[in-house]
């Protein structure tokens, strides 16, 4: 009979093997696990650990994996939390994993809660253990560098999570500790990583068995070298100060007892946060008791301000949660970045402009330097910093190109020029030893500089120096435009002076306007064949008619369709053309009146006209409907408002509105053109203030105190006076009006019999009975020429001005003043005297007018009967014999008794000149072209080689020798001791022996002997010829160059030792 084991037996035997069933069985052998499942081997089977991401797309479940995971089919987990599916006891369910900010079964709780503005939430619970101890996990995010996430209080201990210039800190305070532990009282834990970028940061903070920490836990937390949590132990025993209740604040701080905040400094936090965790418990905003919570909103609807683009000019945007602020740059600045630096116009219509500032305090070696420059001038300077004895640095414009030079250290100069009209940014940089020029913040050079600095008491001058001529030397005064001149961050302020903002003091200026408007371009009329000028800075363009073009619409091609004549010019409006002019007026007979044909429906809130007088006080507009009225005139040469109109329609008398009056604030009486606009603030309005502009600047505009109504009242039915009153007042315009616009549509100056073509039914037409007065031209005042002397006149509109001939001033030229026109000095320099002149004559010329010659030797000082010689600018003595020197007053030395004289024949003459005047050239000089003046032969000197040269002067001769004086050398008469040229030789000496002296003593002799002969027959001779004839040299310069003359200056006589 088989033997059958029992079920539970072959189990046993099953699990277990071996002779003695020592060994399990490995279960997980056979791989029972399907898709993917880890199969784990255990006593009495095996467990399959099923993969719980997808495998094949799929999930699986069950006891080997091999049942697909259907719960998530069709689940209800909310804002975007994901599914993860299950199978129990064979039924398939899911889970929901909520996305950060949400809870809940199916992620419908939302977390997150969000402080607009101060605010709190207020957490309270009892102490559970005696030991202090709290766990606090939260996101959050905001853009504020500073702010109070929490604060943890439990007795004496104060934890709170700050941020601060971005860095999270976490602060432990113990409060009523004495002793040796008060100063471990504070500690602080600070992560290295910025969490103020407005995105989502989550960060966790403990403190427990004495030890508290804070940790980072983004997932991509990045703490650069160092980490991202920090843990330190507490160095003081907390145990005893902690005490019921625990008091949490999220988002504030505690107050004092009298509500105030502890730590004022110490701004709220101004953000959002979420899955807020205290000691494990999440914070969920519909969980709140409604006394626990001030200012907090559920939620997180912040929006970036910046997304809007509020910044203007270039600036850039920094988002504060709920506001923004805009980091301008230069010249800007305002909320927005709206507001421009005023820039200071200089040159405007070619005057002389500058402005002067003190610098009140040490630059010390390092200073910068930087402005904006626009401008089309190509020179002139644009600043100069001094001191009490010098200018020292000085930046112009040399050719276009911006030129810098430190006291006289090389100059820098940038590569390109900047003369183009454009805005241009320059800077310098000053630093111990170099100087650096930069242009739109690229380097242009640099140079090496000595120490020096800008001490306090410097001025700066800017645009020209006070000196018309010392500014010419850097080419003139500055034309254009400077702005945001600051040295280092402090500003050079020109206008609108802000004791808010830090200026240096502005000392002095002169002919500086606000703005940066150009000069009027357009005023000489450039454009041709009707173009219409418009000025581009400094300069002008022209806005050609149909068929017109070029620079100036030189190039003509003949508008087919031009409707207006050729005195008036035409432009195209949106729904057709009007004919535009000026047109002068005079007095009573020239006033213009003007009526709306009916077909006016737009508003009329504004009026512009161009204008130009020297009236005083004139009317230039004037309309006036039962109580409604408006006057603009000309009063005390300022233009002056007066209108007040009605509400209703049409100007039907609904309602008054209150009148308004206002004037500019500047003249308009100086014969120049200005542009004159008035409108309301508000055209859209009933009623609204009025702003009038003068020459389109808006800085010095005016706006009425009260509010106005528009000009409706004048659409139709109303006289619309131009030049005048309607009556007899006195107060005509005597000047010129361009065609004036009331609402944007014209006043015009032509009929419609004067046009080829109809013009637009929404228009004004002329009712005067008598034809304007087309253009703007003033009496002839030029005719006939009232300018005297030459003088040429310039027609200035009613007035003149007179252009004088050299010499000639005053207003009609009857002044005389250039006493040296005439050119009276015949020999000489003419300088004005006040009203005669002086002459300054050359040498050799007298008279009042430098017309008389003079004789330079009339009052010579020659001595010892020297003759006076003419020169070219002074006159030389001819010495006689013995005599020498300039004046002939040094007597010549004796010869010594030992020395014979043999005389030699006399150096030859020259006699040069003309007919009308000769001179004499001695010593062998010959003639030159220059005026009395000779070429000497060498040992000769003076303009007439009358002067020999003493070479015995510098005592040449050694040891008691005789320098003897010859033409152009010297010989030495030595002692009998003594031989050589200089006598430096010594004949006692050892080095020669008695045969040698015996031998020199016997010739010695022979030659004595020799040479007494020799003198006693010259001494005959010459005392026979010395009989026969004399020499004068005052007859032979008179008597001309028929006399000869060989023995002048006493030649050099032949020396022979006794």
């Known amino acids: 009979m088989m033997w059958t084991p029992a079920p539970w037996i072959r189990g046993i035997l099953f ?12 279960q997980c052998a056979s791989s029972p696990c399907q898709n993917g499942g880890r199969c784990e081997n255990h006593v009495g089977g095996y467990t399959c650990r099923c ?109 709170s999570l700050e941020l601060d210039e ?22 602080v834990l600070v992560l290295p990583r910025s969490v103020i970028d407005g995105e989502w940061h989550s960060a966790e903070a403990m403190l427990g068995n004495r030890v508290f920490s804070l940790k980072l836990l983004d997932d991509a937390g990045s703490c650069g070298s160092q980490t991202c949590h920090k843990l330190e132990r507490v160095e003081s025993n907390v145990t005893g100060l902690a005490s019921s209740p625990q008091n949490t604040l999220i988002g504030g701080m505690f107050l004092d007892s009298d509500g105030s905040s502890k730590d004022p400094s110490r701004p709220a936090f101004i953000g959002c946060m979420r899955d807020v965790f205290v000691d494990g418990q999440l914070i969920v905003p519909q969980q709140w008791l409604s006394d626990s919570a001030v200012n907090v909103l559920p939620g997180c609807s912040h929006r970036d301000r910046c997304l809007d683009a509020p910044c203007q000019n270039g600036a850039r945007c920094v988002n504060l949660w709920q506001s923004y602020q805009c980091l301008c740059p230069r010249p800007y600045g305002g909320r927005d970045c709206e507001e421009e630096h005023v820039p200071a116009r200089f040159g405007s219509e070619d005057s002389q402009s500058y402005a002067v500032f003190s610098i009140t305090e040490d630059l010390g070696e390092r200073f910068s330097i930087s402005l904006f420059l626009r401008t089309r001038r190509h020179n002139g300077l644009l600043l100069a910093v001094t001191n009490s004895s010098i200018q020292y640095l000085h930046m112009w414009l040399e050719d276009g190109k911006v030129t810098l030079q430190l006291h006289d250290h090389e100059s820098l100069k940038t590569g390109s020029a900047i003369d183009d009209g454009e805005v241009h940014f320059v800077s310098v940089e000053v630093e111990e030893d170099r100087m650096r020029l930069f242009l739109a913040a690229q380097e242009q050079g640099r140079v090496e500089v000595r120490d020096f600095g800008v001490r306090a008491g410097d001025t700066m001058l800017v645009g020209g120096l006070l000196g018309r001529r010392m ?79 070029g620079r100036r619409c030189e190039e003509v091609k003949w508008c087919e369709l031009s409707p207006c004549p050729t005195n008036t010019e035409c432009r195209m409006l949106s729904q057709g053309y009007e004919c535009y002019s000026n047109a002068t007026f005079l007095n009573r007979s020239t006033v213009l009146s003007f009526q709306g044909n009916g077909h006016i429906s737009r508003n009329l809130t504004n009026l512009s006209l161009n204008l130009r007088t020297r009236n005083q006080n004139a009317a230039i507009l004037h309309a006036e409907k039962g109580s409604a009225f408006a006057t603009l005139s000309v009063q005390d040469g300022f233009v002056f408002v007066e209108l007040q109109s009605t509400t209703g329609d049409d100007g039907e008398e609904s309602e008054v509105a209150t009148p ?77 009006l361009s065609t004036v616009e009331l609402g944007g549509i014209a006043l015009p100056y032509l009929r419609s019999s004067d046009v080829n073509l109809p013009r637009i039914q929404e228009q004004f037409t002329q009712t005067s009975s008598h034809p304007p007065l087309l253009g703007c031209s003033g009496a002839p005042v030029c005719e006939p020429n009232p300018c005297l002397n030459g003088g040429e006149c310039r027609d200035l509109f009613n007035s003149y001005n007179c252009s004088c001939a050299r010499g000639w001033a005053g207003r009609r030229c009857d002044f005389f003043t250039d006493t040296c026109a005439s050119g009276p ?8 005297n006040g009203p005669t002149y002086r002459c300054d004559c050359e040498f050799g010329f007298a008279g009042v007018d430098c017309d008389r010659e003079v004789d330079v030797c009339s009052n010579h000082l020659c001595a010892h009967g020297g003759t006076c010689l003419h020169g070219p600018d002074r006159y030389a003595c001819l010495c006689p014999e013995n005599y020498t020197g300039p004046l002939c007053n040094e007597r010549i030395e004796e010869i010594p008794w030992y020395i014979v004289v043999r005389k030699v024949p006399k150096q030859p003459v020259s006699v040069c000149g003309d007919d009308t005047r000769n001179y004499t050239c001695f010593n062998g000089g010959n003639c030159t072209d220059r005026e009395l003046s000779c070429d000497c032969p060498p040992g000769f000197i003076g303009h007439r080689c009358e002067q020999e040269v003493d070479e015995c002067r510098s005592n040449p001769c050694l040891n008691g020798g005789y320098c003897r004086n010859l033409i152009n050398k ?14 430096q030789t010594d004949l006692t000496s050892s080095g020669l022996n008695f045969d040698l002296l015996l031998s020199v003593s016997l010739m010695s002799v ?43 200056t006493q030649p050099p006589p032949m020396e022979r030792l006794i």
């Open 15 to 26: 699990l277990v093997t071996g002779s003695l069933c020592q060994e399990v069985i490995n």
């Open 51 to 159: 993969l719980r991401q997808s495998y094949n797309g799929l999930l699986y479940g069950g006891v080997n994996c091999d049942e697909r995971l259907v719960g998530c089919e069709g689940h209800q987990c909310q804002n975007r939390g994901s599914c993860s599916p299950f199978l129990l006891n064979g039924t398939h369910g899911y889970l929901c994993s909520c996305s950060p900010g949400y809870t809940g079964p199916l992620c419908m709780t939302s977390t997150a809660f969000s402080f607009e503005r101060r605010g709190y939430l207020r957490l309270q619970s009892p102490l559970v253990e005696t030991d202090a101890s709290c766990n606090f996990t939260l996101s959050f995010r905001t853009v504020l560098p500073r702010a109070v996430l929490f604060q943890w209080s439990s007795g004496r201990l104060l934890l």
């Open 166 to 187: 971005g860095l999270l800190h976490l602060t432990l305070r113990k409060e009523g500790i004495e002793g040796p532990e008060a100063e471990s009282s504070h500690q």
């Open 471 to 549: 500014t010419s030397v850097f080419g003139g005064y500055f034309k254009g435009c400077i702005q945001d001149l600051r040295i280092n961050d402090r500003r050079l302020q020109f206008f609108g002076l802000d004791a808010s903002v830090r200026s240096y003091p502005l000392e002095l200026m002169e002919n500086v306007t606000a703005g940066c408007s150009g000069d009027d371009a357009c005023r000489s009329n450039p454009c041709l064949n009707g173009g219409m000028c418009f000025s581009t800075w400094d300069d002008f363009a022209c806005t050609c008619p149909p068929k017109t073009t």
């Open 660 to 736: 308004v009056s206002l004037s500019s604030r500047r003249r308009v009486n100086d014969n120049r053109w200005h542009g004159v606009d008035l409108f309301m603030a508000a055209p859209w309005a009933h009623t609204s203030k009025w702003t009038l502009v003068v020459d389109a600047d808006i800085e010095e505009a005016s706006t009425s105190r009260r509010k106005g109504g528009n000009l409706d009242f004048l659409r139709q039915g109303v006289d619309i006076f131009l030049g005048g009153l309607p009556h007899d007042s006195g107060w005509f315009l005597t000047g010129c």
């Open 825 to 832: 000095c015949i020999h000489g320099n003419c300088s004005v």
């Open 970 to 983: 010297f010989v030495c008469v030595c002692d009998m001791s003594y031989a050589g040229d200089v006598c």
């Open 1006 to 1048: 022979v030659l004595l002997l020799g040479l007494i002969v020799t003198s006693v027959g010259l001494c005959v001779a010459l005392n026979r010829r010395a009989t026969h004839g004399t020499y004068s040299p005052s007859r032979q310069e008179k008597e001309g160059s028929r006399v000869e003359m060989w023995s002048i």
